[in-house]
RNA sequence: GUGGCUGUAGCUCAAUUGGUUAGAGCACCGGUCUGUGGCACCGGGGGUUGCGGGUUCAAUUCCCGUCAGCCACCCCA
């Protein structure tokens, strides 16, 4: 019988345990500062919470079991139903917009590969009840915050925007049937990863005009909104969905973002339910999967079930972000750190070793001391690599059974200075 | 779920064409050192060579299966 964790799963050891710390840190750091506030939900959900957006065949990447009261339950594979179902029921209530956070732990079942476990932490930011751009470009910023919180630049980050209107608008110009829009959207994000002749033949099997496919490619091969305005200026349709866009990037610009990001036609999001402008982290040297991915959701809440109300929100896992900052030689390392170390030369002293430390935790300091017999030279390498500020040496001669005085040294420096009981006591840290 | 590559100590790696008791560095514990840490030297613990089977006088080495990791699909967080 294997004694490993399962696969996909993870074994959080001091080291790795502090590095979800940090990140996790950072994420509620920077959520606090644009006045998100932090909510969670329960890891098991009813089933049908789940199938009802996405239909059944998300099942077969669930953890689904039947509870012992016969319902079908599953572990939560994303944080969206359960604010949507949250926030659905108190919708009148909230102050509006509601701007929430979590940073729940996910599981979905699926082959594990670098960046991807079958469990993760994420972090979920979402804004309810604010149709305006504005709300767009607060999330993208404060994703990108996240970025700069945990010491990437925009060298290492770039953002890439899409609008799923902006693209619905440019197919219907094209004239590619509503039924072919899946195949669309397929083939749009596979734009990098797949050479071009075999995409556009796909398109064109799939039963899409060979004219309509040569002018979708022309389009989302623009690099920039300009470029693409100057390709299509004269498309009455378009211009709403325009205007939109740049006064999106003239916000981005306003709230000091705009360097990090990119308009490119090409992200699509698997999501079926975003519905408006999308976005995803990548480093930028294209090593690792998606930092994170959001975007709009217009229609969700009422297709839950709940109050229609305007929503967006992004997610980012801790996996992909962690691959990234190790790489890049940004993870803070565990430093081991003590206040004190408390040693003696007679072992015939450990109770009292035990009375000082006692004492000086209770004045909140972090100490520890050897619980066995050890040569007071073990102690001090003890003390040393336990990363103790200061060591206090409790010296048969000196202490005189409490009533003399102890040694406190420096680590940092080796000097010493020979204290009272009492005075030791009132020590700032 | 499909296909490919890889599995030797906690980590990084050795081990002749298949050939004694599978080694080293780092890490860990201890000794030199019962008034003082980081250094040095010495020593110790730790392996069913992922697991199971096969071929062979002999398998870490060759073959099959399985499990795990990585990669590409699939799908997406």
């Known amino acids: 019988m294997s004694r490993a964790a399962l696969p996909g799963f993870r074994d959080f050891y001091p080291q790795e345990l502090a590095e979800r710390a940090y990140v996790m840190n950072a994420w509620r750091e920077v959520a606090g500062r644009y006045g998100f506030v932090e909510y969670d939900g329960p890891p098991l959900e009813p089933l049908e919470l789940y199938t009802a957006k996405s239909g059944d065949e998300i099942v077969g990447q669930l953890y689904v079991f039947e509870d012992k009261g016969g319902r079908k339950v599953a572990l939560r594979p994303e944080m969206t139903p359960t604010f949507a179902r949250m926030v659905g029921a108190k919708l009148n209530a909230l102050r509006k917009p509601v701007r929430w956070f979590s940073t729940p732990q996910l599981f979905r079942y699926e082959r594990q590969q670098k960046g991807r476990l079958r469990e993760h932490f994420q972090l979920n930011v979402d804004i309810v009840g604010e149709p305006d751009v504005a709300a767009d470009a607060e999330l993208l910023a404060l994703a990108i915050d996240v970025m700069r919180e945990v010491g990437l630049t925009a060298s290492d980050v770039r953002a890439r925007v899409s609008d799923r209107r ?72 378009l211009d709403g969905h325009f205007e939109t866009m740049t006064r999106y990037f003239e916000l981005l610009r306003a709230l000091g973002v705009d360097d990090w990001v990119r308009l490119d036609l090409s992200v699509v999001r698997g999501l079926a339910y975003y519905t408006g402008i999308v976005f995803e982290l990548f480093d930028t040297a294209g090593e690792f999967r998606a930092i994170c991915g959001g975007g709009r959701y217009d229609d969700l809440l009422a297709t839950l079930g709940g109050t229609p109300a305007p929503a967006l929100g992004f ?13 890049r ?82 680590l940092a420096d080796g000097s010493e200075r020979v204290v009272r009981g009492d005075e030791l006591f009132n020590f700032p840290v």
Request: charged fraction near 25%; charge should be neutral.
């Open 315 to 327: 997610g980012m896992g801790d996996v992909v972000l962690g691959e990234l900052l190790r790489s």
């Open 166 to 237: 902006l693209i619905g608008a440019l197919l219907a110009h094209f004239e590619i049937a509503e039924k072919d829009h899946p195949l669309v959207y397929a083939v749009l994000d596979k734009l990098d990863r797949e050479p071009r002749a075999a995409l556009e033949k796909r398109l064109t099997d799939g039963g899409v005009a060979p004219h309509a496919v040569r002018s979708l490619f022309e389009a989302v091969g623009s690099k920039s909104l300009d470029e693409l305005r100057t390709r299509l200026g004269g498309v009455r349709a």
């Open 329 to 410: 030689k940004l993870m803070p390392a565990l430093e081991p750190a003590l206040d004190y170390w408390v040693a003696s030369d007679d072992e015939a002293l450990l109770s009292d070793v035990m009375t000082v430390a006692a004492r000086l935790r209770g004045g909140g300091h972090s100490v520890e001391y050897s619980l066995r017999p050890q040569q007071l030279a073990r102690q001090l390498k003890a003390a040393s690599s336990a990363g103790a500020a200061q060591v206090v040496i409790l010296l048969r001669d000196q202490w005189s059974g409490g009533a003399g005085t102890m040694t406190v040294k420096t």
